[in-house]
């Protein structure tokens, strides 16, 4: 089923302000008990308590990409002072997932044309990633959502056309993603994907975490469910890995293909009732507009 793009820019950040949300650790066990979003204090929450540094470094980029019309880094890096100048001393410090989130609106901005979304994306990137590596997760995220975004997605061939599209092979996060390509083929649960790329983290030498799981974890979220908005960001939130990151990229990747119209009504009159939340919808709008 065709969405409206204007419903799908909504659904991509709502979605990941959502995913984020029921992925924090303050909001799990309590929140996700009963899969329902509960946010404290709706009522007197700022974006900065409510937002992941990398979210309000996204929400920065949605702003900057509207005002200038096209991508200025100084004036997103700016923009980002301002609104809390803490986020000045994450330059050069993100991993690969972290990367991925902050640059969202880009993925969305950028979606028409594959080769200025990997050059735009890049040079995103390169202003808040850790190593140059890291740009590899951005672009896989940001394909995937072009692909939705211009109607051309296969779920079964999803993951190795964004293989094709990264242009590099072995590589950690290409591993990861042939990995949970194989599992879904063969129906592997969650656990078992989560236990096998676990396994695979730590050969690697990341026993606490690799960013490139928590990418790869989004993927089979999404792709294993991509009809249920709902099912797809409880488990990435459930699944303990990163979660917060992990959720927010899958609410982003379900929540473009389904729209904001296929984030349960529940979810969005709870966000609806924050500040952050209703931002979220109306910078999707002026975006496109853009």
């Known amino acids: 089923m065709q969405y409206s793009l204007v419903s799908r820019f909504r659904g991509a950040l709502l979605g990941s302000f959502v995913g984020e949300i029921l992925g924090s650790v303050s ?9 329902t979003l509960t946010l404290p204090n709706v009522g007197d929450a700022q974006p900065s308590q409510m937002l992941s540094d990398w979210s309000q470094i996204a929400t920065c ?15 997103w890096v700016l923009h980002a002072g301002m609104m809390q100048s803490s986020l000045l001393l994450l330059k050069t410090t993100a991993s690969s997932n972290e990367v991925a989130v902050a640059t969202l609106p880009m993925a969305l901005f950028f979606h028409e044309d594959e080769i200025k979304l990997r050059q735009q994306l890049l040079q995103a ?8 590596e890291a740009s590899e997760g951005v672009l896989a995220v940001a394909y995937a959502i072009a692909l939705i975004l211009t109607e ?6 999803l993951i190795p056309r964004t293989i094709a599209y990264l242009g590099t092979s072995q590589t950690p996060l290409v591993q990861q993603l042939e990995q949970v390509q194989t599992l879904i083929e063969q129906g592997g649960g969650l656990d078992t994907t989560l236990s096998q790329l676990r396994r695979d983290a730590q050969r690697r030498g990341n026993p606490s975490g690799c960013p490139y799981t928590s990418i790869a974890l989004a993927f089979y979220c ?15 939130a459930l699944s303990g890995y990163q979660s917060q990151t992990t959720a927010a990229l899958t609410g982003a990747l379900s929540g473009v293909y389904n729209s904001v119209t296929g984030i349960p009504v529940g979810w969005r009159l709870a966000a609806n009732q924050t500040i952050p939340g209703v931002q979220q919808l109306q910078l999707a709008e002026s975006l496109l507009a853009v």
């Open 61 to 75: 980029g949605t702003e900057s990409l509207i005002r200038r019309g096209t991508l200025d880094v100084e004036d």
């Open 152 to 157: 051309k997605l296969d779920f079964t061939t």
């Open 125 to 132: 990137a390169a202003v808040w990633q850790q190593h140059s």
């Open 27 to 35: 909001c799990q066990g309590r929140v996700l008990d009963k899969a």
């Open 222 to 236: 999404f792709l294993n469910t991509p009809e249920d908005f709902r099912l797809c960001v409880t488990r990435a």
